[in-house]
């Protein structure tokens, strides 16, 4: 879904040692070397693990390359169930007061470590694109999908629906 974002070839090669598909290599790496997304201390990647939404929201951050602004976020609590103390926070905070591209729940909860849906990170990546939430209207997430893949953004990607947790390598 990020990488629908970015433009750019580049030569397969992993540091990745658990990612065996060379389209998910290259979408790894590339996002690795640009800091948007890091694998673990053990060398690994884990692409079919769940994505959460603070770990979505740190991406987001730093692919619009203002991760330099997180800082002025860190202290302040946007939502009640992400405080100063978690590690995403700034990065959330920015999203939501500097950025403008998440929302919580209807409950005014985040739940920064539920795992992200397709609908969610799409909506996201909508609105990182610039796109308004009144230009797409119509019932969420599936009027987001469809503008999504109207502009290409999940072609080669299986996603099942709007609803559906995304892993690691279709991010």
């Known amino acids: 879904l990020l990488l629908g974002m970015t433009s750019g070839v580049f030569a397969a090669g992993s540091a990745f040692s658990d990612i065996t598909d060379p389209k998910t290599v290259r ?99 909508l609105r990182m694109l610039g796109c308004k939430d009144e230009e797409i209207g119509g019932v969420w997430p599936e009027s987001y999908m469809a503008a999504a893949k109207a502009m290409g953004l999940l072609d080669g990607i299986s996603i099942a629906n709007g609803r559906a947790s995304i892993t690691r390598a279709q991010a």
Not at 43 to 53: E, H, N, V, W
Not at 54 to 80: G, R
Not at 89 to 104: E, F, P
């Open 27 to 125: 979408d790894a790496e590339i996002l690795r070397l640009m800091g948007v997304m890091e694998g673990y201390d053990n060398g690994t990647f884990k692409p079919g693990a769940a994505l959460t939404r603070a770990q979505f929201c740190k991406m987001a951050i730093w692919l619009l390359q203002a991760q330099d602004e997180s800082a002025q976020y860190q202290n302040m609590t946007v939502f009640p169930d992400v405080k100063p103390s978690h590690w995403a926070s700034a990065y959330i905070n920015q999203a939501a007061k500097g950025q403008k591209i998440i929302t919580g729940h209807d409950d005014g909860l985040f739940r920064p470590d539920a795992p992200i849906t397709s609908g969610q990170a799409v909506t996201i990546l």
